[in-house]
């Protein structure tokens, strides 16, 4: 895993509550560098990609949310907080395409994603599910405009 960040070393795009987070147990900064280390661990994990909080404001809500998820669901599942400079590159090996978004997998292996903010006994429910599901193939992202064009 990599080294722990100090709030004054953070990306200046990170929210405060996404920040706040991070630090919390059962928590840590997801990059590019620790990605592998992350869901390589054993068990469920939590990847959570909140885009830009301008763009996405629900991003902050689910910031929020997922520690008392976490409190629901005691000792099933740890979050990967996905840094912002590195989201788009983590989200493509994932097939996630919307934010905010909570890519669950398990022992390295894709389990299923929850996109958006949801009323809290959906997220329970479905939180619920997928902690039963088996893993299985991350979805494959659609090609965008930019990735038809580099083809030729």
């Known amino acids: 895993m990599s080294e722990t960040l100090m709030p004054d070393d953070l990306d200046e795009r990170e929210a405060p509550l996404v920040r706040r987070l991070a630090t919390l147990p059962g928590c840590a900064w997801v990059d590019g560098a620790s990605h592998d280390d992350f869901v390589a661990r054993p068990g469920d994990q939590v990847l959570f990609f909140t885009g830009d909080p301008v ?14 998820l976490q409190r629901a669901f005691p000792g099933r599942f740890g979050v990967g907080v996905v ?53 299985s193939r991350p979805p494959i992202p659609l090609m965008g405009a930019q990735s038809a064009s580099a083809c030729h």
């Open 83 to 135: 840094r912002r400079g590195d989201e788009d590159a983590v989200a493509r090996r994932w097939g996630s395409q919307r934010w905010p978004s909570l890519v669950f997998v398990r022992d390295g292996q894709y389990v299923g994603t929850l996109s958006g903010m949801m009323d809290w006994t959906d997220y329970l429910a479905r939180v619920a599910t997928l902690l039963d599901t088996p893993a």
């Open 55 to 68: 763009r996405f404001p629900e991003c902050l809500d689910v910031a929020v949310v997922l520690p008392e």
